[in-house]
């Protein structure tokens, strides 16, 4: 069974400052590799899709990468609106498995 | 157009009662999720129901059953309510076919005394 983990658990940048969250798991196979954002009070919010190692994907600031063990979240010049919790997920057949998520706050 | 609805947005209950919460999912999708998430941790998997059969089951109790309608919503049922059982309650669907993402709702509060 997947085990999902997510480094570091919380993150404090400035305004500008880039950098990276880690997602690592356990099992390989034909899974997809989900990215979410959490507001405080809200349900998550789909990000990113990766499914085969090497693959990228783009929105914004953000740029998700994959390896065949974890998977990136980048973020590039971050901006305040960016602060949440990000969640990585494994899933296959719509049984998605969470890790407990990397809190990002950007600091004016 | 619209999101996944969840119902109610909060619920105080008592050790022991029972609760019905409810989803809708977005237009078109025929595949819903429950998950449960603890303050602090990501969600865990509850059930998923396609096409109104159970897909799937993480490992909870008995006291948790859930139900698709033939519109695809979808009602969670948890009987002899724990303090435990303090938690968000999330509500996602999905369109089927590959590995589709899934689209979560606001979830409701669930909170024991």
């Known amino acids: 069974e997947d085990q999902v983990t997510q480094s570091p658990e919380a993150l404090r940048l400035q305004e500008g400052e880039s950098s990276s969250l880690n997602c690592s798991y356990t099992v390989s196979g034909l899974r997809g590799l989900f990215w979410y954002r959490q507001d405080p009070g809200k349900g998550p919010e789909f990000l990113f899709t990766l499914y085969s190692a090497g693959e990228e994907k783009e929105k914004e600031r953000l740029k998700a990468t994959l390896t065949k063990k974890e998977s990136f979240l980048h973020i590039t010049a971050p901006k305040p609106e960016d602060s949440a919790t990000y969640l990585c997920a494994r899933g296959i057949r719509e049984k998605l498995t969470f890790g407990t998520g990397t809190r990002l706050t950007i600091i004016p | 157009d619209a999101g996944v609805t969840q119902s109610p947005t909060h619920l105080i209950k008592t050790r022991g009662q029972h609760v019905t919460l409810r989803c809708s999912p977005i237009?078109?999708?025929?595949?819903v999720s429950w998950y449960q998430q603890v303050l602090g941790q990501g969600p865990q998997f509850i059930f998923q129901?396609?096409?109104?059969?159970?897909?799937g089951r993480g490992n909870f109790p008995d006291r948790f059953s859930a139900r698709q309608f033939p519109n695809y919503s979808s009602e969670l049922n948890v009987n002899a309510l724990l303090l435990g059982d303090s938690a968000l309650y999330l509500c996602?669907?999905?369109?089927?076919?590959?590995?589709?993402?899934?689209?979560f709702g606001d979830g409701t509060r669930l909170s024991i005394l």
């Open positions: 237009s078109g999708h025929k595949s």
């Open positions: 129901y396609y096409e109104k059969e159970e897909r």
């Open positions: 996602a669907s999905s369109s089927v076919g590959g590995l589709q993402p899934q689209h």
